[in-house]
């Protein structure tokens, strides 16, 4: 018998060692529900605050019902801001049948194709902070938003812009990503309909951090106001590098903005002054909100905007689930369905037939005394 | 010369290596990954499982391509996440505005990415180990670069989204691949297959001698009538078109692209699984894939510290053994006296 | 007028980075000189400089009567430069050293598991998000006609200029330096007339570092924040600026590092920022094609 050559044998090994070592888990009376954000990487802050939001509203809900016969559990996965990631998570989340429902995702651009996964498999979607306005209107039923939409920040920032600051000339930057260039986009459109003269409007990369060439070619041409569509880190680069080179305009941008991380790296003295809009207004304000803070600050520390829209969506999906007969997929979906409104620390959120936010609420915030203040509502 | 014995297994062993062109030991090696292959989704019925081997043989494919250019042929490329990319956006694009559905598709992705390849290996004919290193490098970065920054055309940052699954026109009904992972799975293992024999074969034609002789010494080589450039070319052209046809697989599977998922970071773990399964071997490059995709996914509770791992084992692997799991103590690339 | 400010405003923003390219390219340029191998991991070492400064400059700020302004600028540097210089000699010893006979394969893959490793370990300790260095220095904006410069950068471009001009001096002057030159142009002559090659390797690693180190310091006050990742694509930016003054030659990697700085800074004004990055890998890649040796490199001619 001729002798299998040795490369083969170890071939074979090593082939039988890898599969020998899998495994499948054991049943356990659990409901999980799922977390997909960015959890690592420079937008890690928001994913985390998001996730910790969720985590509160299943802890919470644990403690509440003790004696029931089942227990909830997170799940988060991280997609880093990732279109591909976040299809990857979204197929992990599907294939684990312990999960009835995803708080999920971040970033609008990974929202969107996850949603689609999300739809095929019956799972239902909630997403806290995904903007974009096209992924309501992909018409997948199991997908919800509890933000409000970029065609209404969008706007509403254009309109203060205009009415309440009077500003004549803004230059627009975005990051080019779905979010950014979206809410960019509409701010412009919005902005040129109110009469505001558009200087220019340039993208940025993601992850850059060099502007100073970019804003230098700015400089000349005398901004009023730069607005910026896109998330924390570039914004606080942006208005740093802007002000080093002497470039007096006003900054603003959209929710992308909204955190203490944002300030902390354009320092407090630059930040000073910045506008924002939110999705959603003072939270400090709103009686429920209390309870929710102080008891996010004893496990987590400090609070950051999107943890209380993490929260709600959780709570939501809880209530869902808990008045689903029968906890699958399906009924779930159904039981969301049929939630006519819901009181959250956030505000009350109503869900229109695209999952849609009906009580779509933008909030103007502009840093003072290095914190982010509610100045008031957006008409 | 060892004995053997003349029965009726003899000639049927002679017969089948005529047939297939390749010795026993592939054919052992073959039989049990085809079993290994058809019983493994018997027993874990996992999708999520399945949809991880699914990945495991896209980076086989990918693994076998590179094998081509760096481990046959001997020209180091620290870029081939770029051709992977250029398969991938290719076929996104010509099937969401030319309509094009996936079978011709993967043909089509294949070819271009083949050229994208030896359009750039025209600097790489002249240049020589570190320099070319780092060129393929750079070409890698643009291409990044690129997708990221054409948005109209490659949808930015945001990739695009709607390709189509791969569809099978049965009679009386049109089966679509959709999001499930077992159509997938057997695709993708016949590809690498079919790939694996074909590159097995060339290993024993004229232009599989003329890559090892010019990874051995390029100066002898065209001392002895291999034309130098031809021969680089078709190394990046063959590698290409596998990048381009695995590229394919993943748009279509995924239903999305997006630049971030072809960074130098990919680049470099395909380099890796070829060199720790043993450069220039097909086997080691289907092995080499196979560990380095499932290890993740075993590590799953150390997934922060999994690169890190990944850093200090290639670490170890280099110093303690530099030819791989399947490879012979070989001269890797160029050595230091050649220029 | 202003086209002309315009154009000096970007020359300035370029010089700046380019200082840092600059150290950087030092580095790179010295070792490959010496061992014709490039360190991949030289980038990550530059990282690992910002992130120890962060460290200098939050523990330093802490010491109630403790150095502050400018003072604790350049002792955050110092300490930095240790670490780092450290961190070089300690991966050449146990990472290339073993390699130093085998194929040029082996250490280009360790080198990129070394960057992988410190790429890991640093975002593992720190945290994956970006850091912020604490506000040492009030920025303050220096109006010379219409072209602006802060404080900082005038203190980036005295340090890394005093830091070059040191260089210079040892390579040039000292017996170390004398052996450095020796084993770059003829390793089998250095050995023989006595230079300890072992040694001499280790300074090579512990000056690049060193440098990185600071020009990684610098960075970290410049941009304000840093990330594990930007160890790698200022690197390879150093590395062309290395390839673009010949590498294997000093000065030539101060003139590639500032060059760099100013095309990317002009490139990305006048054609598109969005293609910034992409700049450099064009330049290298033309000098790779077209003249390989570099602005002051030797003219290599092909061996038949």
């Not at chain 1, 609008?108 to 996964?117: E, L």
């Not at chain 1, 505000?347 to 509610?374: A, P, S």
């Not at chain 3, 340029?29 to 014709?36: N, R």
């Not at chain 3, 010893?93 to 598991?113: D, E, K, M, V, W």
């Amino acid at each position: 018998m001729k002798k299998i050559s040795s490369s083969s044998w170890a071939f074979l090994i090593i082939l039988s060692f890898i599969t020998g070592c899998g495994q499948g888990t054991p049943e356990k009376p659990v409901i999980k529900i799922g977390c997909a954000a960015p959890l690592t990487g420079d937008q890690a802050q928001i994913g985390i605050d998001t996730c910790h939001g969720v985590q509160l509203a299943i802890d919470q809900a644990n403690e509440k019902n003790a004696s029931s016969s089942y227990k909830f559990e997170a799940l988060s996965l991280d997609d880093q801001h990732n279109p591909a990631q976040a299809v990857n998570a979204a197929k992990k989340f599907v294939a684990d049948r312990d999960v009835l429902a995803v708080v999920g995702h971040f970033n609008s651009s990974c929202t969107k194709p996850a949603s689609a996964i999300y739809h095929e498999a019956r799972l239902t979607q909630v997403t806290a902070a995904s903007t974009n306005p096209e992924i309501s209107r992909q018409g997948f039923d199991t997908f919800f938003r509890v933000a409000a939409t970029d065609d209404v920040q969008g706007p509403r920032g254009a309109d203060f812009v205009a009415k309440k600051l009077s500003i004549k000339k803004v230059f627009v930057i975005d990051d080019k990503t779905t979010y950014g260039k979206g809410l960019a986009d509409e701010f412009e459109k919005e902005s040129r309909k109110l009469g505001v003269i558009i200087l220019g409007h340039e993208g940025i990369t993601q992850g850059d951090k060099d502007f100073s060439s970019l804003l230098t070619k700015i400089a000349p041409s005398n901004p009023d106001l730069i607005y910026f569509g896109g998330i924390y880190p570039e914004g606080a680069l942006l208005i740093r590098q802007a002000r080093a080179l002497n470039i007096r305009a006003a900054f603003m941008g959209g929710d992308g903005l909204v955190t203490p991380v944002f300030i902390q790296l354009a320092t407090p003295e630059i930040a000073e002054g910045t506008y924002a809009t939110m999705v959603g207004g003072d939270m400090k304000k709103l009686p429920s909100a209390q309870e929710f803070i102080s008891a996010y600050e004893k496990h987590y520390g400090k609070l950051g905007q999107w943890s209380a829209y993490g929260y709600d969506a959780a709570n939501i999906l809880i209530t869902a689930i808990q008045k689903a007969s029968q906890k699958d997929r399906e009924t779930v979906l159904r039981a969301m369905r049929e939630i006519p409104k819901f009181e959250g620390v956030t505000g009350e959120i109503v869900f229109d037939e695209k999952g849609d936010n009906q009580k779509q609420f933008i909030g103007i915030f502009k840093v003072e005394k290095g914190e982010f203040t509610y100045l008031g509502p957006a008409e | 010369m060892k004995q053997q014995g003349l029965g009726a297994g003899h000639y049927k062993k002679k017969r089948l290596r005529k047939l297939t062109g390749l010795d026993i030991s592939d054919h052992v090696k073959a039989f049990f990954l085809f079993t290994f292959v058809l019983i493994f989704p018997l027993f874990d019925k996992n999708p999520y499982h399945i949809d991880v081997m699914v990945t495991a043989g896209i980076f086989m494919l990918l693994a076998l391509g590179l094998n081509v250019i760096v481990g046959s042929a001997g020209i180091l490329n620290l870029g081939y996440a770029a051709f992977y990319a250029v398969g991938a956006y290719a076929y996104a694009l010509i099937n969401l505005h030319f309509k094009i559905p996936f079978w011709p598709g993967l043909l089509v992705s294949g070819f271009i990415t083949a050229l994208f390849g030896m359009l750039l290996a025209f600097p790489a004919l002249r240049l020589g180990g570190d320099y070319l290193a780092i060129v393929t490098l750079g070409f890698g970065e643009i291409t990044r670069i690129a997708l990221n920054n054409l948005d109209r055309i490659t949808g930015g940052p945001n990739g695009l989204l709607g390709i189509d699954h791969p569809t099978v026109q049965l009679p009386f009904y049109k089966y679509d691949f959709g999001v499930q992972s077992e159509p997938y799975y057997f695709l993708v293992f016949s590809l690498v297959a079919i790939v694996a024999f074909f590159l097995k074969r060339l290993e024993s034609s004229r232009l599989g001698r003329a890559w090892v002789a010019i990874r051995e010494d390029e100066l002898a080589a065209s001392c002895m009538g291999v034309n130098l450039g031809w021969v680089k070319l078709s190394a990046f052209g063959i590698g290409g078109f596998i990048a381009g046809i695995a590229g394919c697989v993943f748009a279509a599977k995924q239903g999305t692209v997006s630049p971030d998922s072809f960074d130098f970071v990919v680049s470099v773990m395909i380099l890796a699984m070829i060199v720790l399964g043993g450069l220039g071997n097909v086997w080691g490059a289907i092995l080499g894939a196979f560990v380095l995709s499932l290890l993740p996914e075993l590590l799953r509770g150390f997934d922060i510290y999994r690169m890190l791992l990944f850093g200090i084992a290639m670490i170890l692997m280099m110093i303690l053994r530099p030819q791989g799991i399947l490879g012979r103590k070989i001269n890797l690339i160029q050595s230091k006296t050649s220029s | 007028m202003h086209g002309q400010s315009i154009f000096l405003q970007q020359i300035v923003n370029g010089l700046t980075i380019g200082m840092i390219y600059a150290l950087i390219a030092l580095g790179y340029t010295i070792v490959y000189g010496i061992l014709q191998l490039i360190n991949f991991a030289h980038g990550e070492v530059f990282m690992v400089g910002a992130y120890l400064g962060l460290l200098a400059c939050t523990l330093l700020q802490a010491i109630p009567s403790g150095p502050v302004g400018v003072p604790l600028v350049i002792t955050a540097v110092v300490l930095s430069m240790a670490g780092t210089a450290a961190l070089g000699v300690v991966i050449e010893r146990f990472a290339y050293r073993p390699l130093r006979n085998s194929s040029r394969l082996a250490p280009l893959i360790t080198a990129i598991g070394v960057s992988f490793l410190l790429q890991n370990a640093v975002m593992l300790i720190f945290g994956p998000s970006d850091k912020s260095f604490p506000e040492i220095l009030k920025v303050r904006n220096y109006s010379f006609g219409a072209v602006t410069l802060t404080n900082l950068q005038i203190l980036i471009a005295f340090t890394s200029l005093l830091l070059m001009i040191l260089l210079h001096i040892f390579i040039k002057n000292t017996a170390t330096g004398k052996a450095m030159r020796a084993l770059a142009d003829d390793s089998i002559a250095a050995n023989l007339v006595g230079v300890n090659s072992n040694r001499i390797i280790s300074m090579a690693f512990l000056i690049g570092s060193a440098l990185a180190g600071a020009g990684g310091v610098m960075f970290g006050m410049y941009y304000n924040t840093i990330n594990f990742h930007d160890g790698y694509l200022i690197g390879l930016k150093a590395f062309t600026a290395a390839v673009l003054g010949g590498i294997g030659n000093v000065p030539g990697a101060m003139v590639g590092g500032l060059l760099i700085g100013i095309l990317e800074s002009l490139g990305a004004g006048y054609l598109s920022s969005e293609w910034k990055n992409v700049f450099a890998f064009f330049i290298l890649i033309l000098i790779l094609l077209f003249r390989p040796s570099g602005l002051f490199g030797p003219r290599i001619m092909k061996k038949v």
